[in-house]
């Protein structure tokens, strides 16, 4: 059995839990939680930098970082089945997995400014600077959203968890201003049972 190393309100690990269920692979992989700030010594061999997700192989041998892992669970599933073959597709789906990896990374260091710095370090330019990479990712997806959400390739999904992770974290305020989104993340949980299998909140 293969391990992923996980948290459950990661949404980079959330990534690759749909995108295994989605290629039947989740059978083949044992979830660990794994707390960053306090991990087995191990972890750190498996990747040094400490981050989640990272998926064990059966070899011992560890992948990171999501994408990683998704491109090899594609991989393993004969190719094409997240990750588009047809060039057009591929690079539109990989570039909105970059976007969409863009607002989860700016959003958790808002969440990790509160809750690793004391509050008289904390800095709100800092901070607004964050909020302001996820305020233009959204009104740049609200204008040109992804079509088509019930295909479920590597963007679609880091879409999803990227929402998804607003919405734990930020209140869901994000869906007042972005009508298309909330319409797109309405139309993936509806057509990827996966999404909310795995949802943080249980």
């Known amino acids: 059995m293969m391990v992923l190393r996980s948290a459950p309100p990661s949404p980079f690990a959330r990534k690759v839990r749909i995108g295994a269920a989605l290629v039947g692979l989740e059978d083949r992989i044992t979830l660990e939680n794994t707390d960053v700030r306090a991990p087995d010594p191990a972890f750190f061999a498996e990747n040094p ?32 089945r997240l990750i588009p073959t047809e060039p057009a597709e591929r690079f539109a789906a990989l570039k909105l997995q970059a976007l969409a990896d863009a607002m989860m990374e700016a959003a958790l260091l808002q969440i990790y400014e509160v809750r690793y710095r004391p509050e008289a370090r904390r800095h709100a330019e800092w901070v607004r600077w964050q909020e302001g990479k996820v305020a233009r990712a959204l009104d740049a997806l609200q204008k040109a959203p992804p079509l088509h959400p ?7 999904i880091a879409l999803a968890c990227a929402l998804g ?6 209140d869901g305020r994000w869906r007042r201003e972005h009508p298309k989104l909330v319409r797109f993340l309405d139309g993936f949980a509806a057509a990827v049972p996966a999404y909310e299998a795995t949802s943080p909140l249980g």
């Open 49 to 80: 930098v400490g981050k989640l997700p990272v998926l064990v192989l059966e070899d011992g041998s560890s992948l990171y970082d999501s994408r990683v892992i998704l491109e090899y669970l594609d991989h393993l599933a004969g190719g094409g």
């Open 150 to 156: 019930e295909r479920a390739d590597v963007g679609r």
């Open 165 to 170: 992770y607003l919405d734990l974290r930020f």
